[in-house]
């Protein structure tokens, strides 16, 4: 196929092009200037006009639920929401059923996502306190890198004993994506917490039990560490405002903001109740003002999403027996360009930090830019274009959204993976499979 996309409005290496962009196959074959058009005859063509054309979303943080916890999300739901939302390429985390612990387990979810993942996949190698041994037989050119609980987990996935950290900081020749909260001082809350208000609080108490000095202190120790035996370190969904002044200074050592802490505060708890509870908690509105501070000025490198679904069933309850988790992977897009809206962030920044920054941090291969050479991985959005979410246009599997009921003024209309249309002004070609992501 040879696809032309004209009349458009391109946001990729720090500027917006008017003009055309041209696809061959899986590739972008030419960007031209606006009132030159390719001599060259297309299989389709594809007006822009009012549209901003983007790189494809790449999301370096999600849990697809497959294998084991299927009847709440699966790789073909979560990607056909990813999909919906601009995302075409996705890496997954390793606290699935079993866990990604092993080499067996990660091929099996790679032979699962290349039947059933409709854009490009994945996945990162999970660490415990026993399996470093394996890490040598990683290949570097298949998977991101390596997933590090240093907070509270489930199963074995705690890495909690300090010599096996350092032997993981000193000998990883994989980048370390870090979960960082305190678990020690998250037990002790827990039981104060509980002591006074019962056994299950109210989730109002979420992010004093799970509090900011327990996010700090488990990141400083991942930075020191870092720091120390020159790891490349990229901590994930960065919560607090004094988290950020462990950032900025050095280009290895890298912090990812998730959507549910850039939209939501403590204030919000009030109004979605447990929908938005999640590990690390979502903090006080200073610290989401600070967050949105530091997606300008570098301190964050990267916006994803934590795109972790539920049932419905398994949010009831409080800050204890309520699961931790909401699925964000179709809205997250829509949702950062609101904040374009506000002027938290422009649209060029917004493009760095969800398509330009992935790639770099993690050597993804020929994605990432709309670039001719690169991977056709493109989503048009329009501005201006009200729609509400609704049950019914919800992707993910679980069935529901935080963002239920919210209207958005920017719309994603098309996303294409690999040069292919896959979704197509509110339709998802299901019959469509990405591609294994290749890194340098």
Request: glycine content about 8%; proline content about 5%.
């Amino acid at each position: 196929m040879r696809i032309l996309i004209e009349n458009a409005m391109m946001v990729s290496d720090g500027c917006v092009t008017r003009g055309s962009l041209s696809i061959e196959g899986e590739y972008i074959e030419s960007i031209t200037p606006c009132g030159t058009r390719p001599g060259a005859s297309f299989d389709k063509v594809i007006d822009a006009a009012g549209c901003y054309v983007l790189p494809g979303v790449i999301d370096d943080h999600v849990h697809f639920r497959e294998p084991g916890l299927t009847d709440k999300a699966c790789i073909e739901s979560e990607s056909r929401a990813a999909a919906a939302g601009g995302v075409t390429t996705y890496f997954d985390m390793p606290n699935t059923v079993p866990q990604t612990t092993t080499i067996d387990a990660l091929e099996d979810k790679f032979a699962r996502a290349a039947r059933e993942s409709h854009v490009n996949y994945s996945f990162f190698f999970g660490a415990t306190n026993d399996n470093s041994g394996l890490f040598p037989m990683l290949d570097s050119h298949r998977i991101p890198g390596i997933k590090l609980f240093m907070g509270s987990s489930t199963g074995n996935m705690l890495v909690d004993r300090h010599d096996v950290l350092e032997h993981i900081f000193a000998t990883s020749r994989l980048p370390l994506m870090a979960h960082c909260e305190d678990t020690a001082m998250i037990n002790r809350n827990v039981k104060a917490i509980c002591a006074q208000q019962g056994d299950d609080p109210d989730v109002a108490f979420h992010p004093i039990i799970r509090s900011a000095e327990a996010c700090y202190e488990s990141a400083r120790l991942a930075v020191g560490l870092a720091r120390k035996h020159g790891a490349r370190l990229h901590v994930a969904h960065v919560s607090t405002e004094r988290e950020l002044e462990l950032f900025g200074s050095d280009p290895d050592i890298t912090a990812e903001a998730v959507v549910g802490h850039l939209y939501f505060s403590s204030d919000d708890y009030a109004t979605y109740g447990t929908r938005i509870k999640v590990n690390p908690a979502i903090k006080m509105k200073s610290d989401r003002d600070a967050l949105r501070r530091a997606l300008a000025d570098g301190r964050i490198a990267v916006v994803a999403t934590d795109h972790a679904p539920h049932l419905l069933s398994q949010k009831q309850g409080g800050c204890v027996r309520a699961a931790s988790g909401m699925p964000m992977i179709q809205f997250s897009l829509p949702t950062m360009l609101e904040l374009v809206d506000e002027g938290v962030v422009s649209i060029e920044r917004l493009v760095e930090l969800m398509c330009h920054n992935p790639a770099r941090l993690f050597g993804v291969r020929k994605r990432g830019f709309l670039r001719p050479g690169y991977k056709a991985d493109i989503v048009i959005v329009r501005p201006g274009s009200p729609w509400k979410v609704r049950s019914d246009n919800i992707e993910s599997k679980c069935g529901w959204s935080p963002m239920e009921g919210h209207e958005y003024q920017w719309r994603v209309e098309r996303t294409l993976c690999n040069g292919h249309l896959v979704y197509d002004c509110g339709r998802v070609d299901v019959g469509y499979i990405g591609q294994a992501v290749e890194f340098r």
